[in-house]
């Protein structure tokens, strides 16, 4: 089945800057989702786009798909401590089951 | 609304044993998953439903069985528990398939070590 892949793995951040992380596949996508982890949490839905180069703002999050619908980024700006944290993305198959990425584990460093 | 509700929270297991991991939602979502994350990694899916009496297995389903019989319930069974079963297992549920509008409803997990 399709596999996405993220990049990079792991991300330590200072507080107050940028960072992005990026979703990578060799195959179209129908969608990407984006999900937000906190340690010892659970998934949380962040959102979800579906629309070549279609990009959404969340606050300090902005979220793009590729044109190509073979890639996706997640750019954080001023990164808070709230932000820490795995983020994943994911895409359904055409069965509606969600493949996940293996996800960036974020740190943030007063 | 409770969304996705997990029990056990924890759990610790004998080599052999089998137990049941309960899943309930309350949001008549048709469709609910069951995945496993080890630590550091991704989400593996094991188990999945899209509608009360269909199931189908996932990427690893070996070692595991479920049942569906309403909508609200999908609960996963592990029959001879191995230490390879040490895993952090989600629950989750959505609305839909293809669309997934709104995306997965997550559970807040149960921690099962096996020793």
């Known amino acids: 089945g399709q596999q996405v892949m993220q990049i990079p793995q792991y991300q330590h951040v200072q507080e107050g800057e940028d960072f992005t992380t990026y979703c990578n596949s060799s195959?179209?996508?129908?969608?990407i989702q984006w999900y937000k982890q906190r340690p010892g949490g659970h998934p949380v839905f962040l959102i979800q786009?579906?629309?070549?180069?279609e990009v959404k703002k969340q606050k300090r999050l902005t979220f793009q798909f590729g044109e190509a619908k073979k890639n996706s980024s997640l750019h954080i700006t001023a990164t808070q401590t709230t932000d820490v944290g795995t983020y994943f993305c994911a895409s359904t198959d055409s069965w509606g089951k969600l493949q996940f990425g293996a996800g960036t584990q974020v740190v943030v460093t007063p | 609304n409770a969304g996705v509700t997990q029990t056990p929270k924890f759990r610790i297991l004998k080599i052999g044993q089998s137990m049941t991991l309960q899943c309930t939602q309350d949001m008549n979502h048709n469709y609910m998953y069951w995945y496993r994350q080890d630590p550091g990694m991704g989400l593996k899916l094991i188990y999945y439903?899209?509608?009360?009496?269909?199931?189908d297995k996932g990427e690893v389903p070996n070692g595991y069985n479920v049942s569906r019989s309403t909508t609200e319930d999908f609960p996963l069974r592990l029959e001879l528990a191995a230490p390879s079963q040490t895993s952090v297992y989600f629950c989750a549920s959505s609305y839909s398939g293809k669309t997934t509008l709104g995306g997965y409803t997550f559970g807040s997990g149960t921690r099962l070590t096996v020793v």
């Open positions: 195959t179209t996508l129908s969608n």
């Open positions: 439903s899209v509608g009360a009496g269909i199931t």
């Open positions: 786009l579906v629309k070549s180069g």
